[in-house]
């Protein structure tokens, strides 16, 4: 098993930055391909991005292509979402996910075992 953690959201300005990191537990953290999703209020978690196992295979979601990137330090049992050139649209609850299953995750959020708490990223003036 694996517990994770997100830290690092919080309100920024639209076209700003922030980077989010997904904490894991556990010596076998190469195990796992690693998800990002989001949740805004009244709608369904979609799909961010994720990262294969050793971190040379990333897929990202249409929405944030060219602004956002996710890489890992498995070294230091962490995943991160850099996010650049941030909207409106893109406030919501972030979530990082893991699972053993695939050597890169899927885009949907239900063949994730595992989920942190989540951490909230509002985009505002």
């Known amino acids: 098993q694996v517990q994770l953690v997100e830290s690092g959201g919080g309100l920024v300005q639209p076209g700003g930055s922030l980077r989010l990191s997904c904490a894991a537990s556990g010596r076998t953290f190469g195990s796992y391909t690693v998800g990002w999703f989001r949740q805004a209020p009244g709608k369904e978690r979609e799909f961010v991005a994720v990262?294969?196992?050793?971190?040379?295979?990333?897929r990202l979601a249409n929405s944030v292509k060219g602004r956002f990137t996710i890489s890992r330090d498995n070294a230091k049992n962490t995943v991160y979402l850099q996010m650049h050139s941030l909207k409106p649209e893109d406030t919501a609850v972030y979530y990082c996910?893991?699972?053993?299953?695939?050597?890169?995750?899927?885009?949907?959020?239900?063949?994730?075992?595992?989920w942190g708490q989540g951490t909230q990223v509002t985009v505002s003036s």
């Open positions: 996910a893991a699972d053993t299953t695939y050597e890169l995750g899927p885009n949907l959020a239900s063949e994730y075992a595992y």
């Open positions: 990262i294969d196992r050793s971190g040379s295979i990333t």
